[in-house]
């Protein structure tokens, strides 16, 4: 799975998938994941005073069916003026070699009227094409050499399987507009498997054993003139693209996501 995203700064979690990788060594495991969402206490907060919430994050799907996720956030978050709550949507489907992808997010404060963005995204002569329907009709060519969320999460298992430090991406998942790509730097760490410091749920089923990375991604507007990334999102990384530990740093505060749940979806043969 991989990881998370803000949208006016009240934290909207956006996976990353990943792409075509030569052979299929890679194999990500469909399954559902529930995270707890609760206020990083060691960064300091500016004007949030607490936080709880919940994430729910499922994957299915292989290299020839394509991988679809669907992502809910539910976020409160306790400020100088209130009570503030974050509600996020999101659907996607890449197929396997990541040059085909169709995307659904919805972003709503306090019940109000939601932002969405909707739309699919296609490869043409290597350049990243995307229709959307919402916010606005809309078409654009966005550039080459950029990928799609499910091509990343790849791309990183792989990078830490051969163990590369650091993985230069741009990347597109349509959020928050269905127009923005965004620079990405992920430094990750060496690989463990030991079972010190885990979660209950992430030491049962297929999980049990499994190698896992600290990954840290920092999320830059492409074109922005600022050395400040809009986002960082730090996790470990099991190598069949499973996540826990999360940690969503949006700047003026942070949030922890505790894997609270796990549980393996029935995987469909794949021929490749």
């Known amino acids: 799975m991989p990881f998370v995203r803000s949208s006016s700064a009240v934290a909207a979690l956006v996976l990353l998938s990943g792409s075509a990788l030569p052979a299929a060594a890679i194999q990500l495991t469909p399954h559902r994941a529930t995270y707890e969402i609760s206020l990083d206490g060691t960064k300091p907060a500016n004007r949030v005073a607490g936080a709880e919430g919940r994430i729910v994050y499922e994957m299915r799907g292989n290299p020839c069916a394509g991988y679809s996720v669907q992502l809910r956030q539910n976020t409160d978050l306790l400020t100088e003026g209130g009570r503030v709550n974050s509600a996020v949507s999101t659907a996607t489907w890449e197929d396997g070699e990541g040059n085909a992808y169709r995307f659904r997010v919805t972003n709503t404060l306090n019940g109000e009227t939601p932002d969405e963005a909707d739309g699919v995204a296609e ?9 959307a329907t919402k916010p606005e009709q809309d078409e654009r060519q966005l550039g080459s050499n950029i990928m799609l969320p499910t ?3 790849l791309r990183l298992i792989a990078a830490a399987e051969k163990g590369d430090s650091v993985l230069d991406a741009k990347v597109f998942d349509g959020s928050p507009d269905a127009k923005k ?14 079972a010190k410091g ?3 749920a992430a030491t049962t089923a297929d999980l049990a054993g499994r190698t896992r990375y600290p990954v840290t991604i920092s999320y830059y507007e492409r074109g ?3 050395q400040t ?8 990384m099991f190598d069949n693209g499973v996540s826990r530990n999360l ?20 995987k469909e043969e794949c021929a490749k």
């Open 123 to 131: 490869r043409r002569d290597g350049r990243l094409v995307v229709k």
């Open 151 to 153: 091509q990343h999460v």
């Open 181 to 194: 790509v965004y620079d990405t730097l992920s430094v990750i760490g060496r690989g463990v498997s030991d």
């Open 198 to 200: 885990l979660e209950d």
């Open 224 to 226: 922005a003139t600022s």
């Open 229 to 236: 990334p809009d986002y960082i999102i730090s996790f470990d």
């Open 247 to 266: 940690k969503l740093d949006y700047g003026e505060f942070a949030l922890r996501g505790k894997l609270t749940s796990y549980e393996a979806l029935p």
